[in-house]
Each structure stands twice: as structure tokens, then as C-alpha cells.
């Protein structure tokens, strides 16, 4: 059964460093999600992403964070200078049209020190 | 905004039994759906159930069942005959049908459950 896949599965970086954390959705999915969750908090909502455009995003998703699928099957999310609040697990998720269910991947644990 | 609550972070049960996780919600919204995934130690979140708030028969899947009372915006999970396999976060997650929300899914915090052999 296809599956959405996440690399790497860990990232440790320096505070002020760029990361970039990459997803691949599942191939015929159409809309694309990243969520975070930081320990022992609820899963956040970060961005939605359809026809290479964004769709959404929350209050959380600000100028340091954005996303990109340069090709046809990956799906990224870049932050561009880390910070230490930004440690948390990020998951992406992806959904065919028409249908509700958004597929996960097994997320990347973003540690900043 | 819509807000998803999760009252119980831990919860146990005895394999073979029966036990319910409990999810409220807060919505002004007449028409959302209303999700149960799983999330295993191996970390990916699974689907395990979901509920369109238009229908009033409550969704079963196999062993998993919900109680969804929509007036009483509660949206419990109910798992029949407990498998050591059923251990694992559970979160309810809600989506609005605006189309200005997006897809996006709201959940809660999440509760823990233990199977005990």
C-alpha cells in the first residue's frame, strides 16, 4: 500500500541554521499538508498546499517558514533560520481529491540546539 | 475558531475488554467531519474512523465504533474486544466543510492508551 515518506527521520541543527525537511506524498494525492507537534502538545496545523500554490496556512506558518515541491513527487518545508522553539516533530500529510482522508508520513523529530 | 479537547491523556484497559476515549469540540459550524487516527511508538498516524456530522448513524469500523452526539458536540471512541496491537496515542481531529478553512484538521491533545495482556 502506498505511503507517505519523510527525510530524515531526525534533524539535529544549530539555532539560526536553515533546515530543510522533505515528504514524499503519495503519487496520485493532490493536496499537500505539513503539521507540527511540539513534546507534549497538541498536533498544529502549519500549511496546506494545492496546484503549487499555498491554500492555507495558520498564524504559526510566518515568513520564516515556506514550502516547495520542485518536482513531481517531493514536497518540502524549509525554515530558514531555526530557532529553538521551532524543535518539535513535523509530519506531512497528502489527500486525493474528493476524498477526506489526509495520509501521514512518520514525521521528522527537528531538534535545535 | 474550532477548538477539539481530549480529557483523558492516559487511559487502560485490559485486553479483550472494552474502553472508550472521550473527544469533545466547539463549533458553530453545522456541516464538518469528525476524524479518530491512531498514532503506533512507529509514529505515523493512521486513520481509524471517521464521522460526517450530517449523519446520525454513528460510523463503525470492525472493533472501533464512535458515539457521535452532536448536540453535546462529544465524539467518543469506543474499541470492542481490546488487542494488544490497539495501544497507542489516539487523537480526535476535526475538519470544517468552509471552504475558507481549507482541509485543514484541528486535533486534540491526544490520549494514551494501554493495553494490558
Known amino acids: 500500500e502506498p505511503e507517505v515518506t519523510q527525510t530524515p527521520s531526525h534533524q539535529v541543527t544549530q539555532m539560526g541554521q536553515e533546515v530543510i525537511l522533505r515528504c514524499v506524498p503519495i503519487?496520485?494525492?493532490?493536496?499537500f499538508y505539513w503539521y507540527r507537534q511540539i513534546l507534549g502538545q497538541k498536533v498544529e496545523f502549519l500549511v496546506s498546499f494545492y496546484n503549487n500554490e499555498i491554500s492555507e496556512k495558520s498564524e504559526i506558518f510566518d515568513d520564516q517558514f515556506s514550502v516547495e515541491r520542485p518536482d513531481g513527487s517531493n514536497f518540502t518545508l524549509k525554515i530558514r533560520s531555526t530557532k529553538l522553539e521551532d524543535s518539535a516533530m513535523y509530519f506531512c500529510?497528502?489527500?486525493?481529491?474528493?476524498?477526506?482522508?489526509?495520509?501521514f508520513g512518520p514525521g521528522t523529530r527537528l531538534t535545535v540546539l | 475558531a474550532q477548538t477539539v479537547t481530549q480529557s483523558q491523556p492516559e487511559m487502560s484497559v485490559q485486553e479483550a475488554e472494552t474502553v472508550t476515549l472521550s473527544c469533545t469540540y466547539d463549533t458553530s459550524e453545522s456541516d464538518y467531519y469528525l476524524f479518530w487516527y491512531k498514532q503506533p511508538p512507529s509514529r505515523q498516524m493512521i486513520l481509524v474512523i471517521r464521522q460526517e456530522a450530517y449523519k446520525q448513524q454513528n460510523a463503525t469500523e470492525n472493533r472501533f465504533s464512535v458515539n457521535f452526539q452532536k448536540a453535546a458536540k462529544s465524539f467518543s471512541l469506543k474499541i470492542s474486544d481490546s488487542q494488544l496491537g490497539d495501544a497507542a496515542m489516539y487523537f480526535c481531529a476535526y475538519r470544517s466543510l468552509k471552504e475558507t478553512s481549507g482541509s485543514r484538521l484541528t486535533f486534540g491533545e491526544g490520549t494514551q492508551l494501554t493495553v494490558n495482556p
Open positions: 500529510a497528502s489527500k486525493r481529491r474528493l476524498y477526506n482522508e489526509q495520509f
Open positions: 503519487s496520485n494525492h493532490l493536496y
